[in-house]
């Protein structure tokens, strides 16, 4: 089994910057496990933002590309995602997901809430 906990999440004006944080723990260490971020809003479905796959390649959607980076430190079991140039659209509640073994073969399925198994409870980031 795995646990996800999300931090780093808060309130930031438009232009600003946030780092959110997912630590991993439980039987399997972050280097065995495809990681993403999704968000969501209330009311609307919950969304793949970014990911990142057991070699570290990365996959983005395509309203935060060139905004936002995802990165992976096994030695650490932690996942982060740099949120820069934040816009008020940005604003939901994050999580983190994990999928023990490969992610998907495409960047659809990589983004998309099926494939992943574990979730955290989410950080809230408003943008104003």
């Known amino acids: 089994h795995v646990q996800l906990v999300e931090s780093g999440g808060g309130s930031v004006q438009a232009g600003g910057s946030l780092r959110l944080s997912c630590a991993v723990s439980?039987?399997?260490?972050?280097?065995?496990?495809?990681m993403g971020w999704f968000r969501q809003v209330p009311g609307k479905d919950r969304e793949g933002v970014a990911a990142?796959?057991?070699?570290?390649?990365?996959t983005y959607a395509d309203n935060v590309k060139g905004r936002f980076t995802v990165s992976k430190d096994n030695a650490k079991n932690t996942l982060y995602l740099e949120m820069n140039t934040l816009e008020p659209e940005d604003t939901a509640m994050y999580y983190c997901a994990a999928f023990l073994g490969r992610c998907g073969g495409t960047s659809a399925s990589k983004l998309n809430t099926h494939t992943y198994t574990y979730w955290g409870q989410g950080t809230q980031v408003t943008v104003s």
């Open positions: 990142v796959d057991l070699e570290g390649t990365t």
């Open positions: 439980g039987s399997t260490g972050s280097s065995s496990l495809c």
